[in-house]
């Protein structure tokens, strides 16, 4: 069997702790070789950058990456965002943000437009300090980038239970919105066997809450889509439990692999955060790389653990957790 290279970055605060975990569970069901980064906020505090100028070239011959999380209390978070985890997404053109949720009766994809939207890096602010000071930051919306995330989705939707419900904000407020619908409208006829329906992302965050179980395929902008996957996530069970994969379709660049939560500076340091989701996005890594039967054994050892980290209140470590679950394999 071809043996896989993956880059690793764990990055900063439990990125650090569930990164390490995921790896253990990866060498207990494939053979894999790991150059590993140490892009972080502390790489910007000793060298001045988050990475090194050519970070993207040194990812670029890795079958896949898979990142811990970004973000520290005492660095501003659009420094360390945009100077690394930003421009891997953008870079490698990975449009696609897949954020599967599957615990207590729910079964549903968040896919989340994941390089243009309200994530655009047209703006700024004016007048800093001044009583006339104004921030301004325009949603670009393509219909390119708003047409493959809809022809994503809806093939995805006809591979399981063929619903598809897009997040929109079309009543009147919204300009770029009506565009989205439209878009995702003209996609609806190549897939005649989905469902598809639109909500308001309003209610739809309500209906997360009231009714999860009903949703299947969720297609979401940035913006939208980032929070609908934490609420997912959490409704779940918590937030530690979400993995994600930052795709790019059509294999011209590597596919990143992470949690869907931060770099939680409240538990970092202490060994308790909850490593599924970032096992989970290994397993999404697998599955990337073909090897579905690695990916079926994690799966069914994280169905059948019964450790529990404090967020789902039980009361196991990460290193504890991680045991258990290697028991399994
Ligand atoms: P967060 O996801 O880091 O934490 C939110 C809450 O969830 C915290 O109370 C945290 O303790 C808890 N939590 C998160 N992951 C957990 C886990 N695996 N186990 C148990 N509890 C967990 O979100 P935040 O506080 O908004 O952000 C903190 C930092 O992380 C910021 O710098 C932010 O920009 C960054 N961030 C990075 C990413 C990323 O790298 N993809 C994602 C989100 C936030
Ligand atoms: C995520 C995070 C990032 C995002 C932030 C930290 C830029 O919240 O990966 O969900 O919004 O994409
Ligand atoms: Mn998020």
Redesign the pocket.
Known sequence: MTKHHIALIP?????T??LPAARRVLDAVGDFSYQEFDWSCERLAREGAMMPPDGLARLRDHDAIL???????A?P?HV??WG??IPIRRGFQQYVNLRPIRARGIDMVVVRENVEGEYSEIGGRLGRGTPDELAVQESVFTRKGVGRVAAYAFALAGRRRGLLTSATKSNGIVHTMPFWDEIVAEHAAAHPAVRWEQEHVDALAAKFVLDPGRFDVVVASNLFG?ILS?LAAAVAG????AP?ANLNPERAFPSMF???????????GQG???????IGSAVLMLEHLGLDEAARRVTDALSKTSAR???LGGSAT?EEFTSRLLSLL
């Open positions: 990055g900063d605060g439990i990125g702790e569930v990142l811990g999380a970004v973000g520290a209390p660095v978070d360390s965002l690394l985890l980032d934490d918590s937030i530690g439990l994600s992470e949690p869907v939560h931060g770099s939680a500076p409240d538990i970092a308790v955060a909850n490593p599924t989701g970032a980290t404090p967020d990460t």
